[in-house]
Every structure is written in structure tokens, then in C-alpha cells.
């Protein structure tokens, strides 16, 4: 799952975002 991936690597993306990408689940 490419989300996983975000999760692991916040990093690449702000926290905001991340709980975006989870959110459009």
C-alpha cells in the first residue's frame, strides 16, 4: 500500500498532508 509509505516517511510531506492522504481513504 502506497499510503504505508507516506506513513513511514513523513519526512517527504508535512503532517498535514499525510493525515490527508489517510483520510482519503
Excluded: G, K, R, W
Excluded at 506513513?7 to 510531506?13: G, N, Q, Y
Aim: without cysteine; aromatic residues 4%; hydrophobic residues 40%.
Amino acid at each position: 500500500d502506497p499510503n504505508l509509505h507516506f506513513v513511514e516517511s513523513p519526512a517527504l510531506a508535512p503532517p498535514e498532508v499525510t493525515i490527508d492522504m489517510v483520510t482519503q481513504q
